[in-house]
């Protein structure tokens, strides 16, 4: 049974950093490109971040860019998700996401496989 975990929600201040992280236990990780989504109540599930199967290239959500930083450790089967200048609008529960499909970029929910519970952030102001 696959299962993504993530960790390293939690409570922080505005302009504050966070690091999440989500181990996979997919046999072949390598051959996953992997995702963060995150959504806030009564809204929509947002793409956030997604790296390709090797790591060489990296996509992000216009609300993220130059704040968030997405990366990834094959031999320890995690994708990373380097959160920093947090603002209360980040505030949301963050998943993680793999995907088998050869394209890229993947930035439709409905295109990955699998996903992790959540892991709840929340930023004060």
């Known amino acids: 049974q696959v299962q993504l975990v993530e960790s390293g929600g939690g409570l922080v201040q505005t302009g504050g950093s966070l690091k999440l992280s989500c181990v996979a236990s997919l046999r072949t990780f390598s051959l996953y490109a992997m995702g963060w989504f995150r959504q806030a109540p009564g809204k929509e599930r947002e793409f956030v971040a997604g790296?390709?199967?090797?790591?060489?290239?990296?996509v992000y959500g216009d609300s993220v860019k130059g704040r968030f930083s997405i990366s990834r450790n094959n031999a320890k089967n995690t994708v990373y998700l380097q959160m920093n200048s947090l603002k209360p609008e980040d505030t949301a529960v963050y998943y993680c996401?793999?995907?088998?499909?050869?394209?890229?970029?993947?930035?439709?929910?409905?295109?990955?496989?699998?996903w992790g519970q959540g892991t709840q952030v929340t930023v004060s102001s």
């Open positions: 790296i390709s199967r090797n790591g060489a290239s990296t």
């Open positions: 996401a793999g995907t088998s499909s050869g394209r890229w970029p993947i930035l439709n929910p409905s295109s990955y496989d699998y």
